[in-house]
């Protein structure tokens, strides 16, 4: 059945920025080829960035659930949400600037290396991540803060957040919230908005052209892969199903079911081009 999924997708790619959430696993389950697709990675010395959504925990916090996994991860090759809003603040106001962070240890600790510091009083901005243990008085505190003028940073929109039992309420639904309560709009930096993949290319040193972003929602992950020219590569293995793919009208440049297949597509691409930053395909390295 999985062969039907297959797309060629990979022309002129050099480089990947990979979801984890949905792509990698699911709550703390990994999902199956995990390990081979990173070995695969590592064999074909394709660089790669891990790009999330999820703004709850810090990169360090993901290079250790990877090693868990048998996968060994520099943090530095990990990009949350959390700290791509941090990066962003930081160009919009100086270090020392009070903000009211909604999040978990990714967001606070992303915003603390920033040197911001939190209030609950004169804040300049709210800074709304994944907050699992959000509650009302959090939510009535942003309200009152961003009425009173304070600026409105939302780290994603994803609605859901996928785990094994099915999804469950995202950061979106809590930006909605807020959104409905002030009448404001947040400005959101993770996908599909281009903050991220941008950040994202810069890290890797590659051009859009030559990377391709392997994710599992069709309006975050590649619905901001297409808007800025990357190549987009959907699995089928998170929240989006194969009937939600047909009712999109959306195009990725390939489908897959899960990492096996797509594990299997690359091992087939060698002559098509994948190599290190300099550009040269693989089949002319000596």
Request: aromatic share 8%; proline share 8%.
């Amino acid at each position: 059945m999985g062969t039907e999924f297959r797309g060629a997708g990979w022309a002129g790619v050099r480089g990947l920025i990979v979801d984890m959430d949905g792509v990698l696993w699911l709550g703390d389950r990994p999902l199956p080829g995990l390990a081979e697709f990173f070995a695969l990675l590592r064999k074909r010395e394709i660089p790669w960035i891990l790009a999330t959504n999820n703004s709850s925990k810090t990169p360090e916090s993901y290079a250790a659930k990877l090693s868990g996994f048998g996968v060994a991860a520099d943090p530095g090759r990990i990009l949350t949400s959390a700290g791509v809003a941090a990066e962003y603040l930081a160009r919009q106001s100086p270090p020392g600037t009070p903000v009211y962070p909604i999040g978990g240890e990714g967001l606070k600790k992303a915003l603390a290396e920033k040197g911001f510091v939190f209030s609950d009083r004169d804040s300049r901005w709210v800074v709304v991540g994944w907050d699992r243990e959000l509650t009302w008085d959090k939510l009535a505190l942003a309200s009152l803060l961003i009425h009173r003028g304070a600026g409105f940073l939302g780290t994603n929109p994803d609605l859901s957040y996928p785990t094994p039992e099915g999804p469950v309420p995202g950061c979106g639904a809590q930006l909605a919230a807020l959104e409905a309560a002030t009448g404001v709009s947040p400005v959101v930096v993770g996908k599909p908005e281009p903050e991220m993949f941008r950040q994202a290319l810069a890290l890797l040193g590659l051009p859009a052209a030559a990377t391709a972003v392997v994710g599992d929602r069709i309006e975050t992950d590649l619905a901001g892969a297409k808007r800025l020219g990357l190549k987009s590569i959907l699995v089928l293995s998170g929240v989006t199903t194969t009937r939600i793919l047909a009712e999109s009208g959306f195009a990725p440049d390939a489908v897959f079911p899960d990492l096996p297949e797509l594990s299997l597509s690359l091992e087939s691409v060698e002559a098509q081009g994948f190599s290190p930053a300099s550009g040269k395909p693989a089949s002319s390295r000596q």
